[in-house]
């Protein structure tokens, strides 16, 4: 049973940073390639970034290019999403999204993805 557990969520002010960071449980030996979707109150759910298996190859969404950085965390089958510069439209429950697959492409929808997290609020607020 493969979960994916995520942290980092939280309050911060507008201009400010927040780090998320997400796991991958139970099925560690294969290789999976990972990305974060976010959803805002009453709307669909939309792509935010992703990286291939081996961090090499990143895509970013319009909205957060520049702002946003996905990388491999420090242990295999972990991403962190560094969110710098956060805005008033960003604040959305942001999902942690896993695939199996050791290629080389970032895929950026959401069917593209076997797992998910349960998801970690993130509140933009002065």
């Known amino acids: 049973q493969v979960q994916l557990v995520e942290s980092g969520g939280g309050l911060v002010q507008p201009g400010g940073s927040l780090r998320l960071s997400c796991a991958v449980s139970?099925?560690?030996?294969?290789?999976?390639?990972m990305a974060w979707f976010r959803q805002a109150p009453g709307k669909f759910r939309e792509f935010v970034a992703a990286?291939?298996?081996?961090?090499?190859?990143?895509y970013y969404a319009d909205a957060v290019r520049g702002r946003f950085s996905i990388s491999r965390g420090n242990g295999e089958n972990t991403v962190q999403l560094q969110m710098n510069s956060l805005k008033p439209e960003d604040p959305a429950v942001y999902y942690c999204?896993?695939?199996?697959?050791?290629?080389?492409?970032?895929?950026?929808?959401?069917?593209?993805?076997?797992?998910w997290g349960q998801g970690t609020q993130v509140t933009v607020s002065s």
């Open positions: 999204a896993a695939r199996y697959g050791s290629d080389d492409d970032v895929r950026r929808y959401s069917y593209n993805y076997d797992y």
């Open positions: 139970g099925r560690t030996n294969s290789a999976y390639a």
């Open positions: 990286l291939n298996w081996s961090g090499r190859n990143k």
